[in-house]
């Protein structure tokens, strides 16, 4: 779900709010271009610098403006009681490989973004990992 109008995943028209990997960057590439052409020429190269920073997580700054926009959906899924968790097919594990980023930039936040999802698993918000067979 798209939260953040500005953001370019959730500009252009037609996106799949669904959807990972090499599929879900390709659409906001395109959404990205679609968006940054709008702008004054100066200003969409800027733009698009800063915004190709944050995506790549070159700096320690693009780091942690990263590990906020993994932490904040995690912070309203819990005071949601689950929000998104309680998707079919997704585990606490899924939940913890996406927001693994978090680490990135700040092991503190991490560990607080763990016992978030690890309260989420135990209260029945998120399934566990099913057991290996």
């Keep these: 779900m798209c939260t953040r109008n500005w953001e370019p995943r959730c500009f252009a028209p037609g996106r799949h ?3 990972s990997g090499v ?3 390709a659409r906001e590439v395109a959404a990205a271009d679609e968006l940054f052409r709008l702008l004054p020429a100066d200003q969409a190269v800027r733009m698009r610098a800063l915004w190709d920073e944050f ?3 070159r700096t320690p700054e693009a780091r942690f403006a990263k590990a906020m926009d993994r932490l904040q959906p995690l912070l309203l899924n819990s005071m949601a009681r689950g929000g998104i968790w ?3 097919g997704v585990t606490a594990d899924d ?3 996406r927001k693994a980023v ?3 930039a700040s092991a503190s936040l991490w560990k607080a973004g763990w ?3 690890d309260e989420g698993e135990i209260r029945g918000w998120s399934r566990s990992a099913e057991p290996e067979v």
């Design 17 to 19: 709010p669904s959807g």
């Design 23 to 25: 599929d879900q960057r």
């Design 55 to 57: 995506e790549e997580r």
């Design 86 to 88: 309680r998707t079919p």
């Design 95 to 97: 939940v913890r490989a």
């Design 102 to 104: 978090i680490g990135d």
């Design 115 to 117: 016992r978030l999802i």
